[in-house]
Every structure is written in C-alpha cells, then in structure tokens.
C-alpha cells in the first residue's frame, strides 16, 4: 500500500508555544486527541505502534503521523493496519513544532478521528523542546538502551505525561536497572505514568493501550 | 575520581565549515589524531571506548572528551581508565560544532597526545550536520535498534569513515539482518569502512582497534 509523503516546510510562528496552544485548543473542540510519541532511534515506536492500534482500532478512530528525515518505512508498515497514515519528511529537521504538525494534519484530514499517533523524529534532545499541540505526550525507552537516560537528557523525561519502558523481554540480557531508571524518572517528573512493556511478546501492553483509551475518553468529554 | 565538567558556550563562528578546517589543520602539525564517535543515545558508545583505549593505550597517548546534555557518568567511567579525560556540557545543544570542539581540547589539554576521543552527543541527526574538525568520523550502531536506520538518517551514514555495528552478541535475539545494513550503509557511502563487533563479549574488538591505530599512525606521519 502506497503512503503519501509530504515534505514539510519550516514553520513561519515565531511564538512556537502560543501556536501549540491554539492548535491544542482546534483539536478539543473537534474532540480529537494527539499523543506525541518520541523516543531515540531504534526504540521500536513502530512496533508499539502497531500493538497499540490493534488494542484500539475497534473502539477508537486512528490515525497516524509518521515523521522522519527521509523513507516511509514506518508508515507502510502502519498503513497495513487500515489506519489512515501519512509520512511528513522533514527536511533534515531534528524536531517538529506546532506548525509542521499543523501542516502534517492537514495532510491526513482528522474529519472523524479521535486519536492522532504523531511519531516524532528519533532524537532525544531537540523534539523536548517544542511544543507540538499535543494533547499528551509519551516517551519510549529500550532496555538496550541503558538505565542512565534520564541523567544524560532530563529534559525528555522532564516533559513527557507517559514513560513507556519498552523491550522488557531481554532486560535479562542486558545490564538494566529497572528500579534505578524509575527512580531517575520520578526525580525529575513525579507525575510521570510509567509503563514496563514489551511491544514483541505483547506482555503487558495493554497497560498502556488501557491508559491511552482512558486519557482520549477524558479528554473528548472534559 | 571526580571529573572536571566544562559547560561550554556557542560557538561565534559564522563559518563552522572554516573553523573545522583550521582545527584540524592545527591538530595535525601537532601530531593528534581527532576521532569524532557519533551514536544514537544508548548505542554503547563509552563501553566501545573502555574497549578501545584497553586496547590501544599502551600504544598511543590517549584522551577523552565526553560531551552530553548533562551528566558525567560517562567521564567518570573513561576516567578509570587512567586517560585524561573532560566531560562537556552543551548547554541543551544537540551536537557539537568545531569551535565547542576547540572548548574541549583547550579544557582537556592535547600537548604529548596521539588520539583524542570524542564522544558526541547521542543523537542521529544534527552532529552529523556538523564538522568538527575531527581527522575521521565514526559511526556506531547497535543491532538492538534495527537495520534500517540508513534509510531514516541517511546523512550521518553519508559522513562517517567508520560504521562500527555493535552488540552483535544479541544479534540472534533481534529481528536484525547484517547485510542489508550493510548493502544499505554502501549505498549510501561506498568508501564506508565496516566492522561488526561486541564491545561486551570483546568480539572482533580487534578488528576495529587495529584500524584505528593504523589511521592514527597515517594520520602522523602523513
């Protein structure tokens, strides 16, 4: 299945947070509900992806933003789905902000829908920094990834709602703390919600696709 | 062993292109080799370097420069090494451009040096947008965040000299295909020079290490 691609132009706003906030507030009054997703490369935001829109799709209109500095890989594997699915390229941008996200919902027409997935560029340190309009935004984490990430990019940990700590089924195989890396978390953000999951053998995804279901629920009837 | 940490301005030059030339011009009449290592946050970059100055560090003289958002877990544990090590902070800043570069060495001090280490930020997509004036440029990418990342952040492969493709050991684990990274990574950058290794197991360490002195020692007597 062909996706579109559309290559995104830099935002002209200036005031990037007062632009996010109008967008967040378009999307309330439509009753749809954007999550956020960002992660390092290789975090496997795809796969819990694909996990997610399975729990979900008969209860919730989906739809996806795949973002990234080149290919649709990502977003034809999502498309296969059924969910409406565009792929934004960036033009080696390391970061959305509200006017690119504006500009890639345009694209995929959010008529109907109740939950936008955006997958933001893999990159743990400029997508923290801009406010995307989102109604809620979730990090990803890999246990291959280390237990120290918190220490090195407070930032993203710092501004995320949900904190997915994904790949659990080889935390044996690697050198991870998981008691540490929760700790590390909460120290910088104590209200962050935070989910051990692994998006490959399914174990304990539906954590998360329960507290995502709850939060869109929420927040189309607050 | 306490670490000194240097938090490092912006650079003022206009022309980074210019000032990474000149850095490197400088670095070579003074006999030192400038390795740039750039990763994804959590490819394994520092235990790739404990391998890597174990190996060569009765060889050559020896010194780090660790730059992160924040934290110094990863100079502390290059420290141990005995290697004169300095951890940068970027201020938030996603990569480093030549004139950071140059804060780093002042800091670290170069005189009597053969190789200088520079552990970029974690990230696939600015540090790569950036000379650093480094002597060559290493990649590294481990198996765990998958074989298509040449199609997502097609620049980074496009710049490096070295592709180290690490923690081959879980390589059975993860649904990873070598050579299509590898057909993947050439496409992009034939002169790419490859090699597959475990940093945790010590797996064709060796291989990698040899190359490194070898260009170390062209590099000097070029």
Chains 1, 2 share one sequence.
């Not at 949900?162 to 659990?168: F, G, M, N, Q, R």
Request: with cysteine; aromatic share 6%; net charge negative.
């Amino acid at each position: 299945m062909a996706v579109k691609i559309f290559e995104i132009k830099k935002s002209v706003y200036e005031n990037n947070d007062r632009e996010a906030e109008i967008l967040r507030g378009e999307l309330k009054s439509k009753g749809v509900f954007l999550l956020n997703v960002m992660s390092a490369p290789g975090s496997g935001k795809t796969t819990l992806l694909l996990r997610t829109i399975e729990a979900l799709k008969e209860q919730l209109n989906i739809g996806v933003i795949e973002a990234d500095i080149d290919s649709a890989v990502d977003a034809e594997k999502v498309a296969k789905t059924g969910v409406r699915t565009v792929q934004l390229h960036t033009g080696g941008m390391c970061h959305l902000d509200a006017g690119m996200v504006r500009q890639g919902l345009d694209n995929l027409g959010i008529d109907g829908l109740d939950l936008v997935i955006l997958e933001n560029v893999g990159n743990l340190v400029c997508p923290a920094e801009f406010d995307t309009g989102a109604s809620k935004q979730m990090m990803l984490l890999s246990v291959p990834e280390g237990d120290d990430k918190p220490l090195k990019y407070p930032l993203m940990f710092s501004e995320v709602d949900a904190l997915v700590v994904s790949k659990i089924d080889c935390q044996d195989y690697f050198d991870f703390d998981a008691d540490a890396l929760k700790d590390r978390a909460k120290k910088l953000n104590s209200a962050v919600e935070i989910f051990e999951l692994s998006a490959k053998t399914g174990q304990n995804v539906a954590q998360w696709t329960d507290w995502l279901h709850r939060e869109v629920m929420n927040w189309k009837e607050a």
